[in-house]
C-alpha cells in the first residue's frame, strides 16, 4: 500500500512540476502577446515571425490582420505572425547613438594628440643628444 500511494504522489508532483515550468510561463507569454497585439497602432515598427521588419500602415481586428509597410511594399499578415513590436523610441535610438560616437570620435583625437605629443617629447631628447654629439665634435 505505501509503495503505490509513493507513486502516486510522485506522479501528481511530475503533473505540478510540468505545470509550473511549462505550462504557466506558455500562459503568461500568450497573455503577454496578446496584449501587444491589442495595443498594436499604425506607425509601430514590429518584426514578423519570419524576420520581416515593417512599419504598421493598418491594423483590421475583424479580419485580425495588419499590414504592413516594407520600404514602400504594403505585404497583408495575421497578426499572430507578429512576433514582437519595436516601440518608436527603439527606432530613433540609432539617431541619439549620434552623440556617443561623437564623444568617441573626441576620445579618440584626444588620443591621438596625446601620442603625437608623448612622441614629440620622444623625439626633443634624442635631439638633444645629437647636438651635444656635433658640438663635442
Known amino acids: 500500500m505505501n509503495n503505490g500511494m509513493s507513486s502516486i504522489l ?9 505545470y509550473f515550468f511549462m505550462i504557466r510561463p506558455q500562459q503568461k507569454q500568450q497573455k503577454k502577446h496578446q496584449a501587444m497585439m491589442s495595443q498594436l497602432k499604425p ?3 514590429v518584426v514578423t515571425i519570419g524576420r520581416l521588419h515593417g512599419v504598421v500602415s493598418e491594423v483590421d481586428t475583424q479580419k485580425r490582420t495588419v499590414t504592413l509597410d516594407c520600404e514602400g511594399i504594403y505585404l ?5 505572425a507578429i512576433q ?5 523610441a527603439a527606432a530613433e535610438t540609432p539617431a541619439s547613438a549620434a552623440p556617443t560616437e561623437k564623444k568617441e570620435a573626441e576620445a579618440d583625437n584626444d588620443e591621438a594628440k596625446a601620442s603625437k605629443e608623448e612622441a614629440t617629447e620622444a623625439d626633443e631628447p634624442a635631439k638633444d643628444d645629437v647636438e651635444a654629439s656635433t658640438e663635442e665634435k
Not at 10 to 18: C, E, K, S, T
Not at 76 to 80: A, C, K, Q, R, T
Request: hydrophobic letters at 60%.
Open 76 to 80: 497583408v499578415f495575421d497578426l499572430g
Open 43 to 45: 506607425g509601430d515598427h
Open 84 to 88: 514582437r513590436v519595436e516601440s518608436q
Open 10 to 18: 510522485l506522479i501528481v508532483l511530475m503533473v505540478a512540476l510540468m
